[in-house]
């Protein structure tokens, strides 16, 4: 059988829990847990993949200080060289708070449109949405979203919906 979204609801955090452990066992991959109020250890237990976002911040950030240094050298000493004081063409120092702020910039830039890639935003509408139990979510529900086949999703219990 296939691999699709399964939602499961559960009576109690403890089912919600005992269910999120015994997924990886089961062979399927625990996709996110909703509860009415924080529960203490759940994201933990939830591990989401894990993301290149830090190492592509700090890429771009790295890149975005040597453009503002490589800009900074390239006007002073290529494109409109003038002697100011008996400074030198290449005066580095006076670069640095060029570069500083190019990398400042280029990392917060590409932290900012890295959050709206990696989370589908803008995203209006979510499949979650047009179950009616899963209204109940914000006061009432436990859900775990579970991706895998129909035969391992029912054996960790709970009320199943099909997304």
Known sequence: MSERDWLLQFEDEQGLLQAVDRASELGLRVVDAY??????????????????????????GLLGALGGFALCTWSSVWAYPFQ??????????????IT?????????????CSVF????????????????????????GYFLQVLGDYEAARQLGGVLHAE
């Open 84 to 97: 100011v004081g008996g400074t030198p063409l290449f005066s580095w120092p006076a670069y640095l708070p």
């Open 117 to 140: 890639v990696q989370s589908g935003l803008p995203r209006y509408h979510h499949p979650l949405f047009d179950f009616e139990a899963f209204r109940t979510a914000s006061h009432a």
């Open 35 to 60: 509860a009415p109020y924080p529960i203490e250890d759940l994201q933990e237990r939830v591990r989401g993949p894990v993301t290149r976002t830090s190492w592509l911040i700090f890429l771009a």
């Open 100 to 112: 500083f702020e190019c990398g400042v910039l280029a990392a917060a830039l590409t932290a900012f």
